[in-house]
């Protein structure tokens, strides 16, 4: 289960909730970068969370990965019915190589956000919303921080 949240100025964060036969894990961070919208966001939560999944041995080769956000459109890059924007093709290469070196198989799965439901699959979804709303707030903070400082 991944999300994230983006600030107008581009800072932004993410949420991650990692299960497996392996164990289980929450985490997130603040992007490095500005990221521009929700797409962006969202779609590099998802490659961050592979990511550290393959890392720390929750995701291992062949393994069968299933990934839940709220974004549709990342939903469909993910199902193969669509392509991502230009902008994200860097992000995209990343996440194929991770599929195809560990030989992954993808399925994704949309997962209406921001709900008052109190299934397993909302309780995660919030839990990811909660942890990249903190990032986000984090991650603005610094660059805020950083800009005082520029101008004094």
Known sequence: ???ASVCPTGAAGYGFWIVSARGGTPGGGAFKTHIKDGYEGEFKA???ALSYGVTNNLIQANDDVLVQLDNKGVVDILKGK???REDLEAAYSLLKNILSTH???LKARHVKGHTRVNDQ????NRMCDMRARLAMKEAR???THSQSKETT
């Open 46 to 48: 998802v490659v961050n």
């Open 121 to 124: 699959r909302s309780k995660a």
């Open 103 to 105: 030989n992954l198989k």
């Open 141 to 143: 903070r610094a660059n």
């Open 1 to 3: 289960m991944t999300d």
């Open 82 to 84: 669509c392509k991502p």
